[in-house]
């Protein structure tokens, strides 16, 4: 904490600075000649938690100084410094607002006892003043997720968020980035993931927890930036993410837009790009590049992807090559894809082959992810693919296993492990499968994502201990899976418009 000390004689100040630093007191120490200097230093410098002044001075007294401070900041604690003859006056004079008074000469333990309390004010204001950024900061954040995640009215929503947390979406430019995680990334590192983003966005954002696994970053502001210094910037943030880390990371860039008029197409744009996926890729998608394209080549592009897929399903390999073959003409045909975005697909569709004939090896997986996504063209992209599916025909004819049995087991594994922290990763080893795998089983027979699942069932039996029974709020986070407390307050808020605390009380 800053003290600032105020007596135009500079000996008095190095006595009180003396003592300060004689008691050890956790104090920065600034000076000031006068009143009149005093206060311009406050006004200029939000940092002050202590005035400790004389009262007869030059230009500006003691007196009117607590004044002037208390009007513009009352949370700054105000220590009156004076000889007795001034003592009564001053106390009568400002004994409203000052609770700290010293007499001169000062007796040491009554300086001690003083500066402690005054101390011991400041720390609790400061802790009060945190709750109340904290809340302020849960409820911002419930309406953010209200806004992309509720069928309440976008500008009632966009209304509240503009009278009470100053986000002023009107007649701006708007852009959703998705971020999605293997892990529960946002749970453990919610404030490195926003410390990376404070150093690499220079636009008016706010990120919008979704899932534990999923963030959606919302850019905005008056001036139409364009896509490439997006792109720039999410290239840092997304090598800032992967850097020392062996979490996945899939970003997907969405196109801009002006005005809350077009929120929701947008928001279903990124959605549809999201759910074109048939697992967890690893980069950037930039949707401006996706979207450029002309529909009937999008429409062609799908339907010879879905049919490769149904071919995979039927383990026919040679309508597999022969559909490829198609299929890579399509892509170096199309200019608007970014070459990433084409070998993701690719990866995916090795992936698919993979799945098919029971081959769960994350080893092979990866390094045939690697060949894919390092090749210098759609040709080379070709001629792994074949590799795959020749090295598969020869060295294995396994089937797939059953699929809903094996959704069944994930599911039952949630049942009796919900409790426990675990995520997509702890699940596929309970159930011999691969991560990856999982993902795609479950989403396919399911329609919902793993992670959505079990933090819904999470919340339902949150839900229902605090109906049927009398555990603590803290003890019933972490029978469901929360060890940190704050986030299943935030994440049940998010869910059912209250805190646990709340919910119980009604």
């Known amino acids: 904490m800053k003290i600032l000390l105020v007596d135009d004689e500079s000996t008095e100040r190095d006595g009180i600075r003396f003592l300060i630093n004689e008691f050890q007191f956790p104090l920065d120490i600034e000076e000031a000649a ?6 311009n230093y406050i006004q200029n410098n939000n940092d002050v938690d202590i005035l400790f002044t004389d009262v007869k001075m030059p230009y500006m007294d003691g007196l009117e100084l607590a004044k002037e401070v208390y009007l ?6 105000i220590i009156i410094f004076s000889a007795y003859s001034e003592f009564d006056y001053a106390k009568k004079a ?6 700290n008074y010293l007499l001169k000469p000062i007796e040491i333990d009554e300086f001690q006892e003083v500066m402690s309390r005054a101390i011991e004010t400041c720390e609790q204001r400061k802790l009060q003043l945190l709750q109340r950024e904290n809340l ?3 409820d911002k954040k419930l309406w953010l997720y209200r806004l992309v995640n509720s069928k309440d009215s976008i500008n009632e929503i966009s209304a509240i968020l503009k009278e009470q947390y100053q986000i002023n979406l009107d007649n701006k430019y708007i852009r959703f980035i998705s971020v999605e995680t293997r892990n529960n990334y946002f749970e453990q590192f919610e404030e ?15 990120t919008i927890n979704l899932y534990p696994n999923l963030s959606y970053i919302m850019i905005y ?7 490439n210094e997006i792109e720039n910037s999410f290239r840092k943030i997304y090598s800032n993410l992967t850097e020392n880390r062996t979490e996945m990371f899939s970003l997907i860039v969405g196109t801009k837009f002006y005005g809350l008029k077009h929120l929701t197409e947008k928001l279903q744009e990124l959605d549809a790009l999201m759910k ?22 999008i429409e062609e592009q799908l339907q010879i992807k879905e049919s490769i897929i149904r071919s995979i399903q039927d383990k026919n390999m040679i309508a597999v090559k022969e559909q490829m073959l198609i299929y890579l003409k399509r892509l170096s045909d199309e200019k608007a894809s970014s070459a990433f975005y084409a070998k993701y697909l690719i990866v995916d569709i090795a992936k698919a082959i993979y799945q098919a004939y029971g081959i769960y090896n994350e080893a092979i997986i990866l390094k045939t992810a690697n060949e894919i996504m390092n090749s210098n063209d759609l040709e080379k992209v070709g001629e792994v693919l074949s590799k795959i599916i020749d090295e598969i025909i020869e060295t294995t004819n396994n089937d797939m296993p059953d699929v809903s049995q094996a959704v069944a087991e994930v599911k039952n594994v949630i049942k009796n492990k ?23 089983i479950f989403k396919k027979e399911t329609g919902s994502n793993l992670v959505k699942y079990l933090t819904d069932y999470r919340m339902k039996k949150a839900r229902e201990m605090l109906d049927e029974s009398n555990m603590k709020i803290v003890d019933i986070g972490k029978a469901c899976g929360y060890q940190n407390q704050s986030y299943f307050n935030k994440l049940f808020k998010n869910y059912y418009g209250i805190t646990p605390k709340q919910y119980r009380e009604q």
Do not use: H, W
């Open 34 to 39: 006068n009143g009149k200097i005093a206060l």
């Open 221 to 227: 502001g008056i001036e139409n930036v364009d896509d």
């Open 94 to 99: 400002f004994k409203a607002n000052v609770v």
């Open 418 to 440: 919900y409790m426990c922290d675990i995520g997509l990763e702890e699940i596929a080893e309970i159930v011999c499968l691969t991560p990856a795998y999982v993902s795609f």
């Open 136 to 138: 302020r900061n849960s």
């Open 192 to 206: 490195e993931f926003d410390s990376i983003l404070k150093r690499n966005l220079k636009q008016n954002y706010e």
């Open 72 to 77: 513009f900041n009352p949370n700054i604690v």
């Open 276 to 297: 074109d996926t048939f697992s967890y890729f690893s980069g950037i998608i930039y949707a401006s590049k996706a979207s450029a394209k002309d529909v009937g080549a």
